[in-house]
T-cell receptor, first 117, second 112 residues
């Protein structure tokens, strides 16, 4: 059963601490997205990768957030230092884009719920 | 103006009725349109995709697209309590990037 796997599912940390979230996309998918969801802002795109190369991270606060894809089976989102306003659910999603066949269908992981105290 | 707009609701319909969910978008060059369902505390799940003008039916769900009006809708026939969820409209622009912009969602409640 192919699915996107995210860890941790829940994380409570104190302001100033480093947080790393991990995502394993569906095997064979070439595009990986990081979204953040809050009640106030809805689903916001933070960053995304195609074939492991970063395409757009304009939605991400650059001073504290970083996203990487060290290999095809792992994407990471790091926050350092964390702040209370970072509290949200962070979703990873993967999809397959092939040439002109831009379906854009996304498959989401279960999310990482982050609480920064 | 948001890129993708939806009525936030809540939308309440009785069991067995038709639920109609609407979405407008600002990028006239948008190519792909999606509806995701998100149960409380869960992740979004793709339920419908549509790429050309007209209607697309899948079981009790019908997606409708009108690119001239920049409008996409989702109809749920014979609504069931299990359809109670937040429905997110997502739109992909005219670049080959697969990047979706989401609306804020419409919360649907189906009352038995």
């Amino acid at each position: 059963d192919a699915r996107v796997t995210q860890t941790p599912r829940d994380k409570v940390t104190e302001m100033g601490q480093e947080v790393t979230m991990r995502c394993q996309p569906i095997l064979g998918h070439n595009t990986v997205f990081w979204y953040r969801q809050t009640m106030m802002q809805g689903l916001e795109l933070l960053a995304y990768f195609r074939n492991r190369a970063p395409l757009d991270d304009s939605g991400m606060p650059k001073d504290r957030f970083s996203a990487e894809m060290p290999d095809a089976t792992l994407a990471t989102l790091k926050i350092q230092p964390s702040e209370p306003r970072d509290s949200a659910v962070y979703f990873c999603a993967s999809g397959l884009v092939r040439g002109h066949l831009n379906t854009g269908e996304l498959f989401f992981g279960e999310g990482s719920r982050l609480t920064v105290l | 103006q948001k890129e993708v707009e939806q009525n936030s609701g809540p939308l309440s319909v009785p069991e067995g009725a038709i639920a109609s969910l609407n979405c407008t978008y600002s990028d006239r060059g948008s190519q792909s349109f999606f509806w995701y369902r998100q149960y409380s505390g869960k992740s979004p799940e793709l339920i419908m995709s549509i790429y050309s003008n007209g209607d697309k039916e899948d079981g009790r769900f019908t997606a409708q697209l009108n690119k001239a009006s920049q409008y996409v809708s989702l109809l749920i026939r014979d609504s069931q309590p299990s359809d109670s969820a937040t429905y997110l409209c997502a739109v992909n622009g005219n670049t080959n990037a697969g990047k979706s912009t989401f609306g804020d969602g419409t919360t649907l409640t189906v009352k038995p």
